[in-house]
């Protein structure tokens, strides 16, 4: 997956408007799952916000 503290990756994240796990795999060409915990590292290190979801899916933004 993709490393959580690559300041390049985390400005292209900052770029997008929306963030799924879908997006995330599409992007980087990783599996879904890996993108999942990819998020999760993101969101503890506070660059991103979840805005909604459930347990099938979770939807993030960036934070500023």
């Known amino acids: 997956p993709p490393d959580a503290k690559n300041d390049k990756i985390i400005a292209e994240i900052k ?5 799924t ?3 995330i795999s ?9 993108a999942k915990s990819f998020l999760l590292q993101l969101e503890q290190n506070g660059s991103v916000q979840q805005v909604s979801g459930n347990h099938t899916i979770k939807v993030y933004k960036p934070c500023a």
Not at 15 to 19: G, H, Q
Request: hydrophobic residues 40%.
């Open 15 to 19: 770029k997008m408007s929306v963030l």
């Open 26 to 34: 599409t992007k980087y060409n990783v599996r879904i799952s890996a």
């Open 21 to 23: 796990p879908y997006a």
